[in-house]
């Protein structure tokens, strides 16, 4: 007969009518999970517990996350069902390239064989103002006349579709 795991609910619906925020913010990190939400690990991740290491440690946004799907349903836990590997999600909706810079710190603490980035060209290359001045006071190498030159390939303009076409434009998608 196979055993069923049921994990520790942190905040019962109606006990104290108070709403847990989903997400919260870290001066070092950035953007996070809230660590009093009840499908949060103590560090904000999407993970019914932090594991001192793990095999694979998954980086994205809302996609990652799994915003719309059960916390068993989401991508990095149906990669752990797949492959037998043990799988930390560190998707967190609302982030982009500057946070999964910060979040690859967090995924080095973890000590795993391999650290997954996931992107959406979607939105993930949509920068607010401040971001931009962020990224080129912190990794000025990415700004500088190079091979990878992020200012050329990525456009920062309000519209979806502007981006999308100078990244098609620029990058040879088709």
């Not at 953007?31 to 499908?39: D, L, V």
């Not at 190498?141 to 920062?156: G, I, K, P």
Request: net charge negative; hydrophobic share 35%.
């Amino acid at each position: 007969m196979a055993s069923v795991w049921v994990p520790e609910i942190k905040h019962a619906a109606g006990l104290n009518n108070k709403k847990i925020e989903r997400w919260s913010s870290n001066p070092q990190w950035g953007r996070i999970g809230n660590p009093a939400y009840w499908e949060h690990d103590d560090w904000g991740g999407r993970n019914v517990h932090r594991p001192e290491n793990t095999d694979i440690v998954t980086i994205g946004d809302s996609l990652t996350y799994g915003t719309s799907v059960a916390s068993t349903e989401n991508w990095p836990m149906q990669l752990a069902l797949l492959t037998g590997s043990n799988v930390y999600n560190i998707g967190i909706g609302a982030t982009n390239p500057v946070d999964y810079m910060n979040l690859f710190d967090v995924a080095l603490n973890f000590k795993p064989e391999y650290v997954i980035v996931a992107l959406w060209l979607g939105n993930d290359f949509v920068m607010k103002a401040g971001e931009i001045d962020r990224l080129s006071q912190e990794f000025p190498e990415l700004l500088q006349d190079t091979d990878y030159n992020l200012a050329s390939r990525v456009q920062f303009e309000s519209s979806w579709s502007d981006e999308y076409n100078h990244f098609k434009d620029n990058c040879g998608v088709d």
